[in-house]
């Protein structure tokens, strides 16, 4: 698998299970981002910018028990596009048995094409109940949740040809500096039948702050090998030659880019034409931008209508902005729209400037500090305790905060 292979040969850049992709960067799950109208102008902006989608563009998280009990709004959460393919949807799960009925539901019902797992959520009432980048320090429990989702694959018939549905898992190196849990968890994973493992180079402790240890996805390379899946490197891809460098430092298959990508979802054209060593496209003017916020704003209400729309761009816009001259007031007003015509309205004065940002692949969304990891009491006493998770209630599961 090399990730300098053309969109346009037959040989895959990477390859997970029976998805063959032609290009190696993967859009990581993120709640309340990677919904359906997100990833559509994901693929929409590669389109355009490099004349093909060719990466993996995930769903957000999605509950397993909320899943199994048909939660109206978790079902919608998981809607794909008309045209959207491989459908990928990641599941976060903490007890074998619902993660086993969700992926034979998912496989049964042909809900997706790929299915994810989240061990990485550093979130604290996730982690409080023993659920995300909590989880692998159970290597037990860890060896379970997976394999009951393959289990669940190969049950409903579609572990093998061309339909099969490969199930990953992305974690962290651990729970914080004291307690690594990336080697195991690979090993685990690639035991209990994974497609693939990635890794996110940094401890729950450390949430999204510092620098991502790419050496540490170099070492879970080097310790993945000769198990045959590939292993995705994962943390602080932000401009058009990370993903290149992050391979080549270690050694990894691909790599799966999160708070990279927001307010740039033409990010992906920028690094996949890197890789496939064609030119990058330009950075988009203000006003280009301002049409691409539009476009993102009618895809949202096309999907969850005007109203919620109208309210969940806001935050976008921000991440949009970010380093262009847009003026406080225009900023002030866009953080007030209430439907499209106002959004129009707002942006009419930017549509044809040709400003350019201000360090536009710098780090944006979430950092943080790093701080204690929120756990269940007396988890850290035996790491091969044979226990079972906290079921996640459908209340929560519904919200995805993660």
Same mark, same amino acid.
């Given at each position: 698998m090399t990730a300098a292979t053309s969109a346009t040969t037959s040989t895959p850049a990477? $390859?997970?299970?029976?998805?063959?992709?032609? =290009?190696?960067?993967?859009?990581a799950p993120m709640a309340g981002v990677t919904n359906v109208a997100f990833r559509t102008l994901c693929r929409e902006q590669e389109e355009q910018r490099t004349g093909s989608a060719s990466g993996l563009y995930v769903c957000e998280m999605i509950t397993a028990r909320a899943l199994v009990e048909r939660n109206p709004k978790t079902l919608h959460m998981t809607t794909f596009g008309p045209d959207e393919s491989p459908r990928s949807l990641q599941l976060y799960t903490t007890d074998p048995e619902y993660t086993y009925k969700a992926a034979r539901m998912l496989a049964e019902e042909d809900r997706a094409d790929h299915i994810d797992m989240n061990f990485g959520c550093p979130v604290p009432k996730v982690t409080r109940?023993?659920?995300? =980048?909590?989880?692998?320090?159970?290597?037990?429990?860890?060896?379970? &949740?997976?394999?009951? +989702?393959?289990?669940? @694959?190969? !049950?409903?018939?579609?572990?093998?040809?061309? !339909?099969?549905?490969? @199930? $990953? &898992?992305?974690f962290r190196v651990g729970i914080d500096d004291e307690h690594h849990t990336h080697l195991d968890a690979g090993r685990i994973a690639a035991d209990q039948g994974a497609a693939a493992? $990635?890794?996110?180079?940094?401890?729950?402790?450390?949430r999204y702050s510092g620098t991502a240890d790419w050496?540490?996805? +170099?070492?879970l390379v080097e310790h993945m090998d000769g198990t045959g899946?590939? @292993?995705?490197?994962?943390?602080?891809?932000?401009?058009?030659?990370?993903?290149? +460098?992050?391979?080549?430092? $270690?050694?990894? !298959?691909?790599?799966?880019?999160?708070?990279?990508?927001?307010?740039r979802p033409w990010l992906f054209a920028e690094l996949s034409a890197h890789l496939r060593g064609e030119e990058i496209p330009a950075e988009p003017t203000l006003g280009e931008v301002a049409h691409i916020i539009l476009r993102h704003a009618e895809l949202l209400a096309d999907h969850d209508g005007e109203k919620y729309a109208s309210r969940d761009i806001r935050k976008h816009i921000a991440w949009y902005l970010r380093g262009f001259p847009a003026g406080g007031e225009m900023r002030r007003q866009?953080?007030?729209i209430? =439907?499209?015509? *106002?959004?129009?309205?707002?942006?009419?004065?930017?549509?044809? =400037? *040709?400003?350019? +940002?201000?360090e536009a692949d710098s780090a944006r969304g979430r950092q943080g500090s790093p701080g204690k990891v929120s756990l269940p009491h007396d988890w850290l006493e035996d790491p091969w305790e044979d226990c079972v998770g906290v079921t996640e209630d459908v209340e929560d599961?519904? %919200? %995805?905060?993660?």
């Amino acid at each position: 698998m090399t990730a300098a292979t053309s969109a346009t040969t037959s040989t895959p850049a990477l $390859t997970i299970g029976s998805l063959e992709l032609a =290009s190696p960067v993967v859009l990581a799950p993120m709640a309340g981002v990677t919904n359906v109208a997100f990833r559509t102008l994901c693929r929409e902006q590669e389109e355009q910018r490099t004349g093909s989608a060719s990466g993996l563009y995930v769903c957000e998280m999605i509950t397993a028990r909320a899943l199994v009990e048909r939660n109206p709004k978790t079902l919608h959460m998981t809607t794909f596009g008309p045209d959207e393919s491989p459908r990928s949807l990641q599941l976060y799960t903490t007890d074998p048995e619902y993660t086993y009925k969700a992926a034979r539901m998912l496989a049964e019902e042909d809900r997706a094409d790929h299915i994810d797992m989240n061990f990485g959520c550093p979130v604290p009432k996730v982690t409080r109940r023993g659920g995300g =980048s909590a989880l692998p320090y159970k290597r037990k429990l860890f060896a379970a &949740v997976v394999g009951a +989702a393959v289990r669940g @694959v190969a !049950d409903a018939g579609r572990a093998s040809g061309p !339909d099969a549905i490969p @199930v $990953t &898992v992305k974690f962290r190196v651990g729970i914080d500096d004291e307690h690594h849990t990336h080697l195991d968890a690979g090993r685990i994973a690639a035991d209990q039948g994974a497609a693939a493992v $990635t890794l996110h180079g940094r401890t729950a402790a450390q949430r999204y702050s510092g620098t991502a240890d790419w050496g540490e996805i +170099a070492r879970l390379v080097e310790h993945m090998d000769g198990t045959g899946i590939p @292993v995705l490197g994962n943390g602080d891809i932000f401009k058009a030659t990370d993903a290149a +460098a992050m391979m080549e430092q $270690t050694g990894c !298959d691909g790599v799966v880019v999160g708070r990279g990508c927001l307010g740039r979802p033409w990010l992906f054209a920028e690094l996949s034409a890197h890789l496939r060593g064609e030119e990058i496209p330009a950075e988009p003017t203000l006003g280009e931008v301002a049409h691409i916020i539009l476009r993102h704003a009618e895809l949202l209400a096309d999907h969850d209508g005007e109203k919620y729309a109208s309210r969940d761009i806001r935050k976008h816009i921000a991440w949009y902005l970010r380093g262009f001259p847009a003026g406080g007031e225009m900023r002030r007003q866009l953080g007030g729209i209430n =439907s499209l015509a *106002d959004l129009r309205e707002v942006l009419d004065p930017i549509w044809e =400037s *040709d400003a350019l +940002a201000a360090e536009a692949d710098s780090a944006r969304g979430r950092q943080g500090s790093p701080g204690k990891v929120s756990l269940p009491h007396d988890w850290l006493e035996d790491p091969w305790e044979d226990c079972v998770g906290v079921t996640e209630d459908v209340e929560d599961a519904a %919200n %995805n905060g993660g």
